[in-house]
T-cell receptor, first 112, second 112 residues
Framework: GDSVTQMEGPVTLSEEAFLTINCTYT??????LFWYVQYPGEGLQLLLK?????DKGSNKGFEATYRKETTSFHLEKGSVQVSDSAVYFC???????????FGTGTSLTVIP | EAGVTQSPTHLIKTRGQQATLRCSPI?????VYWYQQALGLGLQFLLW???????NRGNFPPRFSGRQFPNYSSELNVNALELEDSALYLC???????????FGPGTRLTVT
């Protein structure tokens, strides 16, 4: 079945460090891929998306490229800030059943 | 454009009671999804409604049920509450099809 495997956390980085959170997926057909972010005490917010192979989603300095050959959608940011501390979820959406599949989430803490 | 709204923000119930959670989707969205996020766990898919009908259901017992009204708002009912039902319940909405989901802030249910 369709699924998302996400890098386990927690991840702790110093401010201005480079961030990578790995995400790989299994899906039939051509899924859309998403990264969501959840700040403490809040719901999930859509961070970025990509709907076809080789698409690059970007927002707030975060980027992720839809790699069909490696079935991956890794999240990257060149220089993290304390305000980026949150839980990040990778997700995929397939048209069959309009089903969303979420990864287990990766907690990021950025220290000054 | 107003986002997804959920009420109440917090709900405290006693074991064995019933809880009712409400969700209003973004205008123009016909699909509503419910997720359970227990402490330390990822998002567990509960229910998906579209055009007033239940389209899909996650691996939860029948005491978790809901409905969608003609205005596309939705209600989640949890009967015979158990302590392990304590969690953040998130509602999301989308247009039907492979579109991203937009989340509300959640309802924190505490069962004592």
């Amino acid at each position: 079945g369709d699924s998302v495997t996400q890098m386990e956390g927690p991840v702790t980085l110093s401010e201005e460090a480079f961030l990578t959170i790995n995400c790989t997926y299994t899906a039939t057909g051509y899924p859309s891929l998403f990264w969501y972010v959840q700040y403490p005490g809040e719901g999930l917010q859509l961070l970025l998306k990509a709907t076809k192979a080789d698409d690059k989603g970007s927002n707030k300095g975060f980027e992720a490229t839809y790699r069909k050959e490696t079935t991956s959608f890794h999240l990257e940011k060149g220089s993290v800030q304390v305000s980026d501390s949150a839980v990040y979820f990778c997700a995929l959406s397939t048209f069959s059943g309009n089903q969303f599949y979420f990864g287990t989430g990766t907690s990021l803490t950025v220290i000054p | 454009e107003a986002g997804v709204t959920q009420s109440p923000t917090h709900l405290i119930k006693t074991r064995g009671q019933q809880a009712t959670l409400r969700c209003s989707p973004i205008s123009g969205h016909t699909s509503v999804y419910w997720y359970q996020q227990a402490l330390g766990l990822g998002l567990q898919f509960l229910l998906w409604y579209d055009e007033g009908e239940e389209r899909n259901r996650g691996n939860f017992p029948p005491r978790f049920s809901g409905r969608q009204f003609p205005n596309y708002s939705s209600e989640l009912n949890v009967n015979a509450l158990e302590l392990e039902d304590s969690a953040l319940y998130l509602c999301a909405s989308s247009r039907f099809g492979r579109y991203e989901q937009y989340f509300g802030p959640g309802t924190r249910l505490t069962v004592t």
